[in-house]
């Protein structure tokens, strides 16, 4: 029954104050009740909130990089060029960044090189989830200024999300709250072997 409230139509409130569009009534009231009772304690997410009130003057992608220590910091593929790592707030299970290693971000900033090498990384990717992590289908994209929802505006990056029939469920419509199953550093070290292995 709650599938029917939450992954279809929302329900509605009639005018003797019920809940409608479900087979069983709830008093708007109890409803409520139901929907804020319970609490999540996804404590990690508040270094997120905070990143978001940051403002990138620079990228935060060179320290990574010259850290010396690619499993901290989710390195997961080092190229002549580019690079690949996994997305420290990610939308889903194994969500990747392919970038370049120079701090730009337009893509007609990009060497004829950065971009051939750049969508190598994006094949590669690919391949490297599908057989780690077999998913349904991929979402793929740029975000190109912070209008159009770049976190870091001055170090382009492509995102590689794989997606699984019936991933998003209604935690994100109600709570905007994604539930990971797993933890990056995990995820790395399966990751990690696969992409020294594809070439």
Not at 66 to 71: E, I, K, L, N, T
Not at 75 to 95: A, D, E, M, S, W
Not at 97 to 123: C, K, N, S, Y
């Amino acid at each position: 029954m709650l599938a029917r409230i939450w992954r279809g139509n929302l329900p509605r409130v009639g005018v003797e104050g019920y809940l409608t569009g479900a087979s069983t009534r709830y008093t708007q009231r109890n409803f409520l009740k139901f929907n804020m009772s319970e609490h999540l304690h996804p404590y990690w997410r508040m270094k997120y909130i905070q990143s978001r009130k940051d403002s990138y003057e620079t990228s935060p992608f060179a320290a990574l990089l010259a850290s010396g220590d690619d499993q901290k910091s989710l390195i997961l593929h080092r190229g002549p060029t580019c690079f690949v790592i996994l997305n420290n707030f990610p939308y889903n299970p194994g969500h990747l960044m392919v970038l370049p290693i120079r701090e730009v971000g337009q893509l007609a900033e990009l060497t004829v090189g950065e971009r051939a090498e750049m969508m190598d990384l994006l094949v590669k990717c690919q391949s490297v989830l599908q057989k780690v992590m077999t998913p349904s289908g991929f979402n793929m994209g740029i975000n190109l200024g912070r209008a159009a929802g770049a976190g870091i505006p001055t170090h382009l990056h492509f995102h590689i999300v794989p997606r699984w029939d019936g991933d998003h469920n209604f935690m994100p419509v109600v709570a905007d709250t994604h539930v990971l199953p797993q933890a990056l550093d995990d995820l790395w070290l399966r990751l990690k072997p696969v992409f020294d292995e594809i070439k």
